[in-house]
């Protein structure tokens, strides 16, 4: 894990765990996961897809 992306993903996968906790997340409109459970876990899965991609090596010139 080097440079910013992996202190975003850390953060990202944060955001996720404590939207888990409050049972809301936020995208453009705070969605609660009472009122709209399909739309509280496709933003949820959104968030935890892109922290998850924040830690893979994109690069195809990496040094070996």
């Not at 705070?30 to 399909?38: A, F, G, K, Q, S």
């Amino acid at each position: 894990m080097t440079g910013i992306w992996s202190f975003i993903g850390v953060g990202l996968l944060v955001w996720v765990g404590y939207d888990l906790y409050a049972g809301y997340t936020l995208l453009w409109d705070t969605i609660y996961r009472d009122e709209d459970p399909v739309g509280y876990w496709l933003i949820l899965g959104l968030w935890f897809i892109l922290a998850i991609s924040c830690f893979v090596p994109w690069s195809a010139n990496r040094e070996q």
